[in-house]
């Protein structure tokens, strides 16, 4: 089983649209979980931070359960350059920063 | 800019070739980083420094032989790559080792291995 498993996707939605992606981590001791965008042939951007209470930026909103070991990360309105590949990652002791492969986001005019 | 700069951005090499790339930080961090990404799978840590100190070889084969001579500057040295290592090498850097620190990335090299 992958450390950190994502859904490749692609996701194609309309603009406007709310789309959601999940992300699950197999190590419970994982500290801190992250969302990254990458844009193609770009590198990964931090995105935001995931934090167990939630968190909100605009019109992104990131969520940890630990109990079911995932993150997800929820995109309401989307715009054309929301377009992108979303990382999450979990990190357990001091740097191990494990990546999933990333879900494919496309959204079509 | 993030403020993690790479060079090259691209680069094509033989398998017998000698080559470098280079990774230059502006953000006063102290820890930097090597990730390999290859195509459809997950970014892969290779090594990890901190404060120039070595503090993870994440079992990478010894062709790839990293230098840290400052908490700036960090390098990554190439000699007799397989075709295999074709992928997007990618440097980044954080404030310290901490796991809730940010990774800040640079724009990356795109290495093909002929």
């Known amino acids: 089983r992958k450390e950190v498993e994502q859904d490749p996707g692609p996701f194609n939605v309309p603009e406007g649209a709310t789309v959601a992606f999940n992300c699950t981590y197999s190590?419970?001791?994982?500290?801190?979980f992250f969302w990254y965008r990458q844009d193609c042939r770009k590198e990964p951007k931090l995105l935001m931070s995931v934090y167990s209470s939630g968190n909100e930026d605009g019109r992104f909103t990131a969520q940890l359960n630990r109990a079911s070991q995932y993150i997800s990360l929820l995109i309401r309105d989307s715009k054309l350059s929301d377009s992108a590949t979303y990382l999450c990652a979990a990190i357990s002791g001091t740097y191990k920063y494990i990546f999933g492969t990333g879900t494919r986001l496309k959204v079509l005019a | 800019e993030t403020g993690v700069t790479q060079t090259p951005r691209h680069l094509v090499m033989g398998m017998t070739n000698k080559k470098s790339l280079k990774c230059e930080q502006h953000?006063?961090?102290?820890?930097m980083y090597w990730y390999k990404q290859s195509a459809k799978k997950p970014l892969e840590l290779m090594f990890v420094?901190?404060?120039?100190?070595?503090?993870e070889n994440n079992s990478v084969p010894s062709r790839f032989s990293p230098e840290c001579p400052n908490s700036s500057h960090l390098f990554l040295h190439l000699h007799t790559l397989q075709p295999e290592d074709s992928a997007l090498y990618l440097c980044a850097s954080s404030q310290e080792l901490n796991p809730n620190e940010k990774l800040f990335f640079g724009s990356g090299t795109q290495l093909s291995v002929l």
């Open positions: 420094y901190n404060f120039k100190e070595q503090t």
């Open positions: 190590n419970s001791a994982s500290q801190s």
């Open positions: 953000l006063g961090h102290n820890a």
